[in-house]
């Protein structure tokens, strides 16, 4: 029996560590775009509503919590967290697509 063998093709322990290296960089990229998203909404509390440091402390924590809650209640994944965020509006009467057209 002959063997081909294709040295062009990653083997297995590179395959998982371009792997591990992919979703280590998603993960950062993730954590960079949460941090962005958050100034911004924080900014708005601080600068619209008049939240000082301690509301905002506040808001962070609730955040944060929240996010373990639904993972933990949910069995679901950071990714899905702003899904069941989106359902849970809806089903509480919120018009999403009102909120979010544009112009």
């Known amino acids: 029996m002959r063997v081909r063998i294709n040295n062009h093709q ?49 808001f962070s924590d609730k955040l944060a919590e929240m996010q373990i809650k639904t993972m933990d209640r949910y069995v679901a994944t950071d990714e899905e967290v702003p899904d069941i965020c989106e359902i849970q509006l809806r089903e509480s009467g919120i018009n999403l697509d009102e909120l979010f057209k544009e112009g």
Do not use: W
């Open 10 to 58: 990653p083997n297995a322990a590179q395959r998982k560590t371009l792997r591990n290296e992919c979703v280590k960089h998603f993960d950062n990229l993730l954590s960079t775009y949460n941090r962005q998203v958050a100034l911004q909404v924080m900014h708005i509390l601080r600068f619209d509503f008049n939240f000082g440091q301690q509301r905002l402390k506040q």
